[in-house]
C-alpha cells in the first residue's frame, strides 16, 4: 500500500511572532488559525481559505529566505485586494508568465517569498 499525501503546512520563520500575525491577519487576510501570537508561545498557525501556514519564532542566525508558491482562484482580486492594503505596489507586478501562470509575489516583514498564482487556461496563454 502506498501512502497517500494530503496537504503540507510549511513553518515560515519570524523574528517577532506577534508582529509576523498582526501582519498576516491585518494586510494578508489570514486568520490566526491556533496558538498564541507572542515569543513566549512561539508556534501559531494561519489559515485562509484551504490553505495554512505555521510561523514559530526564530533567532537570527536561524533564518532564512522561505519561498511559498500558493494557488488562488483569482489572483486580480487578491492583487488589488493588497495593493489597497498597501502590500503590493506598482514594482510587483500581476503578469502571465512565460510558464503559464498569471501571479504576483511579495515578500513578508521577514523576508520570506510568497507567490500567488492560478495556471492560465489553454485560451489565455496561446
Known sequence: MTAKFHQVQ????????????RFYVDRLGFALAFG??????NYVGLRRGD??????FQYPDEMGT???RIVVDDPDALYEE?????VVDDA????DTPWGTREFALYDLDRNALTFYRDLTR???G
Open 10 to 21: 510549511p513553518i515560515l520563520g519570524t523574528r517577532d511572532v506577534a508582529k509576523a500575525v
Open 123 to 125: 485560451a489565455e496563454s
Open 82 to 86: 493588497y495593493k489597497a492594503k498597501g
Open 51 to 56: 490553505v495554512e501556514l505555521h510561523m514559530q
Open 36 to 41: 498564541v501570537p507572542t515569543n513566549e508561545g
Open 66 to 68: 522561505i519561498r511559498l
Open 92 to 95: 510587483r507586478r500581476l503578469l
